[in-house]
């Protein structure tokens, strides 16, 4: 029971942040520019320091425009009519949004201009990584994509259900990411059969379509596999 509510609590809260990016035109041009800064940092390959620096700056300005866009559908339900104070309520959420975008701004071309002059000084070079960090940033990338490909198609919940399947594309990830850090057949091998047997559970209960899990499986190897052919 208790696992049940915590993953009902979960699914409404990402269900929040969805409908947020779906309906806020502005919460996804912060989300693309999130992403980028971010995959940038992390091919430019910034110091641990810095990198904690550019994450909390990107955390900052999309918790900010979440809080915004809470406050304005408060507002709208407070005072449906046009109302002077409303109006000003708005804009002064806007307003906390645009100085913590510009701060963030400012904190990203501080932090990554030395490595960006670098590019111009040496050429540019992708940073190499652990094959662990690789693991670890796969698993979260292929969740991510799970959690939107299955807002965009309307069906299930982010963490159960609808297209595709999330337990499929995370037991392929890591059944990838446990063979590039082994590099032993047999336990890649073991490692296979068990993310066959996990998808497979999927339709066997009625969660998922087989067309559902073989998406979720093809979308979890192809992210793994992309990413540790860039980054190590």
């Known amino acids: 029971m208790p696992l049940r509510r915590w993953i009902e609590s979960a699914n409404n809260a990402i269900e929040g942040i969805l ?7 502005h919460l996804r041009y912060h989300l693309y520019c999130a992403v980028a800064v971010l995959m940038l940092s992390y091919a430019l390959g910034l110091h641990r ?10 955390i900052l300005v999309l918790l900010a425009e979440m809080l915004n866009t809470a406050i304005e559908y ?3 339900i407070l005072s449906p009519e046009y109302s002077e104070k409303a109006r000003i309520t708005k804009d002064v959420s806007a307003g906390a949004v645009l100085i913590t975008a510009f701060g963030a701004a400012v904190i990203g ?14 050429g540019l070079h992708i940073a190499k990584h652990s094959k662990e960090e690789i693991a670890l ?7 991510i994509s799970v959690i939107v490909l299955k ?3 309307g069906k299930g919940h982010p ?3 609808g297209m595709p399947s999330g337990h499929a594309a995370i037991a392929f990830s890591g059944w990838l990411s446990v063979t590039y850090i082994t590099e032993n057949f047999s336990i890649s091998l073991i490692c296979f059969g068990l993310a066959v047997i996990i998808a497979q559970s999927r339709i066997t209960i009625k969660a998922h379509t087989s067309l559902e899990v073989i998406a979720g499986s093809v979308l979890g190897t192809i992210i793994t596999f ?7």
Do not use: E
């Not at 992309?226 to 190590?232: E, V």
């Open 137 to 143: 940033i796969a698993i979260i990338l292929v969740l």
């Open 226 to 232: 992309m990413l540790f052919k860039i980054f190590y």
């Open 19 to 25: 409908h947020a990016a779906k309906t806020q035109r």
């Open 49 to 58: 320091t810095d990198f904690l620096i550019i994450a909390v700056a990107v």
């Open 109 to 122: 071309y501080i932090t990554l201009f030395p490595y960006l002059k670098k590019i111009f000084d040496s």
């Open 151 to 153: 807002a965009y198609t």
């Open 159 to 161: 963490l159960s259900g």
């Open 74 to 76: 408060v507002v709208d």
